[in-house]
């Protein structure tokens, strides 16, 4: 009743004085009711508007060009009997024959050059993530009280270190080795090579397992730790416990921060285009011991708070008929990096205190080098994964600043593409909550979007480059990744770099039996 009393108005009408009756000389009015056009922009979804704008601008050309066509082929066959349109085609045949089978010869010399010069497809056939046994696990509450027992820290810094955590985003079942809470000295080369061996083989012996394939057929290995880097290497480390074939092209990637496991798969993209019919492994990781500060620098008592343990390991394939199995198939990637820059280059920079505890310093300045990094990286990923019809919007609010200028908010405010339109899963780098905050709003994504970086902050904190694959596991085990389904992984990290990778599920992604999230799953997503 009441919406449709809302669709009425009413009016009121002088009509004039009355001429004759007993209301003679007198004003007289009357009431007219009327119905209301309905208001569009409640009534209508806007969101629907702007879908079937897309659309329009998307297929413009087909919507454009078919029907033309149509008409001229109906029009051209129309004007002559079947008759005559057997004899047309029979007599150009028998005397053009020559003509035609050159033309053959050409296209099927373009067609095959075209294919020959394409970049081989990387195929992602499947990834582990290490979930650390449960006596490494660790609450906010425990963290402190572990850390006043060591005696490796004051009041202050400990009281800084629980406020930090509590405003981090990271939940009570996160993963430290054991040896950081005591009152030994932890950043030792036996003790990274402890944890190294620990979440490396763990990863790996899970990826071996559950893709069916030899260590021995691997022919590449790229292996990324920052911080870490012993000698021999960590590459070299796992060649050797694995009894790997004497050829395999080995890298190892050290000092590139958090957003190393998208440089090491790049790497291993051009090393798989350069060695056809291969196999390829990527190990993303970080050790949490041997980059442990027991000092009293806040800005080096950040890292402390965060970083957790954890180890990716990804097989990649380019051999074609591994199209049936893989999971996904690599689309693009894009990096960015602003070390030219000095306050970027020292964003998040390695170095000595005044007690000579080295550590990992944050800059004031991450947050405001980090969107500027981000903002470079965006930009250029943009034309290579946003609908036209986006791209079009964005250059027209671009052109119409430029040209007409304005002021105030609105007219300052730039355009921001939905991302949304071009990827239906977003694997952000769990670096922290105020970090993933910044962008979802800045990137206008929806809580559900960003729901997988925020639950693994939450379940493993930050585990470095290895992140994003934690979150790529959250949306399996949910069975969110379907046939078609393009999967965008931004990482950011020292140097500064913003790098991008892009996936396209090659089919409906199952519930996985090995998974890090299996034995939580039934408690995810928290509310935060």
Request: net charge positive; glycine share 6%.
């Amino acid at each position: 009743m009441a919406n449709e009393q809302a669709l009425l108005s009413t009016e009121i009408v002088n009509r004039g004085i009355e001429s004759s009756g007993p209301d003679a000389g007198s004003q007289t009015f009357s009431v007219r009711v009327r119905r209301r056009l309905p208001d569009f922009l409640q009534s209508v979804n806007l969101k629907y508007v702007k879908l079937g704008y897309h659309y329009l601008i998307n297929y413009a050309i087909y919507l454009a060009t078919i029907p033309v066509l149509v008409l001229v082929f109906s029009a051209e066959v129309g004007s002559i009997s079947r008759e005559e349109l057997w004899r047309k085609l029979w007599e150009d045949t028998r005397y053009d024959l020559a003509t035609l089978l050159a033309f053959f010869g050409v296209l099927v010399f373009t067609v095959s050059v075209y294919f020959m010069s394409k970049p081989k497809p990387i195929y992602l056939i499947d990834f582990a993530c290490y979930r650390p046994n449960d006596d490494l696990k660790v609450s906010k509450e425990e963290f402190i009280h572990l850390a006043r027992k060591s005696g490796k820290f004051d009041e202050e810094s400990l009281e800084f270190q629980r406020r930090i955590l509590q405003s981090s985003g990271i939940g009570d079942e996160t993963y430290i080795p054991k040896v950081v809470m005591s009152s030994e000295i932890c950043s030792t080369m036996k003790e990274g090579r402890a944890e190294a061996s620990t979440v490396i083989f763990g990863a790996l012996d899970e990826l071996f397992e559950k893709c069916g394939i030899r260590p021995k057929d691997v022919g590449i290995l790229v292996v990324n730790c920052s911080l870490f880097n012993p000698t021999p290497s960590l590459s070299a480390m796992i060649v050797n416990h694995y009894k790997m074939r004497g050829n395999i092209l080995s890298f190892n990637l050290g000092g590139m921060g958090c957003s190393a496991g998208i440089i090491a798969l790049d790497l291993a993209r051009d090393m798989l285009q350069a060695n056809p019919n291969n196999f390829a492994v990527v190990v993303s990781t970080e050790m949490v011991a041997f980059n442990w500060y027991p000092g009293r620098n806040r800005s080096m008592l950040i890292p402390n708070c965060y970083f957790r343990m954890g180890c990716s390991a990804v097989l990649l394939s380019n051999r074609r008929h591994d199209f049936r199995r893989a999971k996904y198939r690599l689309e693009h990637i894009v990096r960015t990096h602003k070390g030219a820059d000095d306050r970027s280059f020292r964003s998040v920079y390695q170095e000595e205190d005044e007690q000579r505890f080295k550590g990992l310093k944050i800059s004031r300045d991450l947050m405001e080098v980090g969107g500027d990094a981000l903002k470079t990286n965006i930009t250029t990923l943009g034309p290579l994964v946003l609908p036209f019809s986006e791209q079009l919007l964005f250059f027209a609010t671009l052109g119409r600043k430029h040209l007409f200028g304005g002021s105030g908010k609105e007219a300052s405010k730039p355009y921001i593409p939905d991302y949304k339109l071009a990827f239906e899963h977003f694997c952000v780098h769990a670096a922290s909550k105020s970090v993933l905050d910044e962008l979802q709003k800045n990137l206008e994504l929806s809580d559900k979007n960003i729901e997988a970086s925020r639950m693994t902050l939450h379940r493993f904190g930050n585990t470095s480059s290895s992140s994003i694959w934690y979150e790529l596991a959250y949306l399996e085990v949910k069975e969110r990744v379907k046939r078609g389904d393009r999967v965008w992984q931004l990482a950011f990290g020292s140097g500064f770099k913003c790098n991008s990778i892009v996936w396209r599920s090659l089919r409906r992604v199952k519930k996985p039996t090995r998974n890090p999230w299996l034995d939580c799953l039934d408690r995810y997503p928290v509310t935060l």
